[in-house]
């Protein structure tokens, strides 16, 4: 049974940071690109970042030279490192896991605000 769990979000003010943690269970995690999406209220969802199995990764212009996406094949696990948050990263961040079956963790809420 595959399993995605995130954990790190909560509530944060403007300027501040977050770490984002994902930990998979039930794949061949090294196998797998890595993603972070969001999805704020009343818009749809997008990408945040991704980091292929190889270690290359992909940013989002929005998050670009903010936000930083790593992984740790040991334990498992993804980050997003998100530095300078502002108002509009509010949103519940997911996680995914693709190879030729893509899957979904139930996701995180970031709120963003003083």
């Known amino acids: 049974q595959v399993q995605l769990v995130e954990s790190g979000g909560g509530l944060v003010q403007p300027g501040g940071s977050l770490r984002l943690s994902c930990a998979a269970s039930?794949?061949?995690?090294?196998?797998?690109?890595m993603g972070w999406y969001r999805r704020a209220p009343g818009k749809e969802r997008e990408l945040v970042a991704i980091?292929?199995?190889?270690?290359?990764?992909t940013y989002a212009d929005s998050v670009k030279g903010r936000f930083t996406i790593s992984r740790d094949n040991a334990k498992n696990t993804v980050y997003l490192q998100m530095n300078s948050l502002n108002a509009e990263d509010t949103a519940v961040y997911s996680c995914?896991?693709?190879?030729?079956?893509?899957?979904w963790g139930k996701g995180t809420l970031v709120t963003v605000s003083l």
């Open positions: 995914n896991a693709r190879r030729v079956i893509s899957y």
């Open positions: 039930g794949i061949i995690f090294s196998a797998y690109s």
């Open positions: 980091i292929y199995s190889g270690g290359s990764t």
